[in-house]
């Protein structure tokens, strides 16, 4: 197991992205911090890998309260030893434009995504410093983070944010033996998502044919022709976390299908026809 004895903590741990990376990197043998606002998604999460075999606790925490934040490091600390990894994922969506998007709604998500993944970095970080202990920090980004996306300004802003402030970071704690480097979604397939909420005991959702064009859109758009899955996300996180990526630092890793790598007049959906 490539994270056997290593204490991972992860923001935002629904059955989506983080659920999938928290799975995976307790699947290498890693314990798991599973943190987020909403109690059932810290919980289920912690219960999900117990109920596989692995060490787990869930703590709800809001990002934007340092107070909240330095103390669930704290408690992971002493109950865990220390924390070896962090993945910053907590985030809010909310696709409203320039035009449309009140102050109130800018400023919560800006601070969810960005100021949150600083305040837990801030902690986490000196944590490791305090304990002498090398680190890996992963920030996840997202497509709309390296491209314009309409009607979307504080999601595409914030997560544009977190590319630099993954390399100034990766810049400052590279001397503490601390690594920071990013890891890019795109627009997921929602298959393994609703069979994780399943398994967690929840509702099975019911079909949504509307649910299923609008990402269908989003298939026909990647070169690859198919989306990832929480599960291929989970896989990268586990070698950023690992020795495997160890001299990898202030590097955004992107699983997008080749997304972002696309020349915008190429419809690779007409090309596969």
Not at 80 to 100: E, S
Not at 193 to 215: H, K, L, T
Not at 257 to 271: D, H, L, Q
Request: charged letters at 20%.
């Amino acid at each position: 197991m490539k994270l056997q004895g290593k204490v991972a903590l992860v923001t935002g741990t629904s059955p989506n992205i983080g659920g999938g990376i928290a799975e995976a990197l307790a699947a290498e043998g890693a314990a798991l911090i599973c943190v987020d606002a909403a109690r059932a998604n810290a919980e289920d999460c912690a219960n999900a890998i117990k109920a596989a075999g692995g060490r787990a606790t869930g703590k709800v925490c809001d990002v934007l309260d340092q107070d909240q934040v330095r103390r669930t490091v704290e408690e992971a600390c002493a109950e865990f030893g220390r924390i070896d990894v962090l993945v910053n994922n907590a985030v809010i969506f909310n696709k409203k434009g320039v035009l449309n998007m009140p102050l109130a709604e800018w400023e919560k998500q800006i601070g969810v995504i960005l100021t949150g993944a600083f305040l837990f970095t801030k902690h986490v970080a000196q944590s490791m410093i305090d304990r002498k202990t090398k680190g890996v920090i992963i920030n996840i980004i997202s497509t709309a983070g390296h491209q314009g996306e309409p009607g979307n300004i504080a999601y595409s802003t914030a997560k544009c944010g977190m590319l630099n402030f993954t390399r100034s970071a990766a810049m400052e704690l590279v001397g503490h033996g601390i690594r920071v480097n990013s890891l890019t979604p795109t627009a997921t397939d929602p298959t393994e998502s609703d069979v994780r909420a399943a398994r967690w005991g929840r509702a099975v959702p019911s079909p949504n044919p509307a649910r299923d064009a609008a990402f269908d859109v989003f298939r026909r758009g990647v070169p690859m022709q198919r989306l990832p899955r929480p599960s291929d996300y989970g896989r990268a996180a586990v070698f950023l976390a690992s020795d495997d990526s160890d001299m990898m630092t202030g590097t955004d890793l992107r699983i997008d299908g080749g997304a972002v790598a696309r020349y915008w007049a190429w419809n690779p959906a007409r090309e596969n026809v």
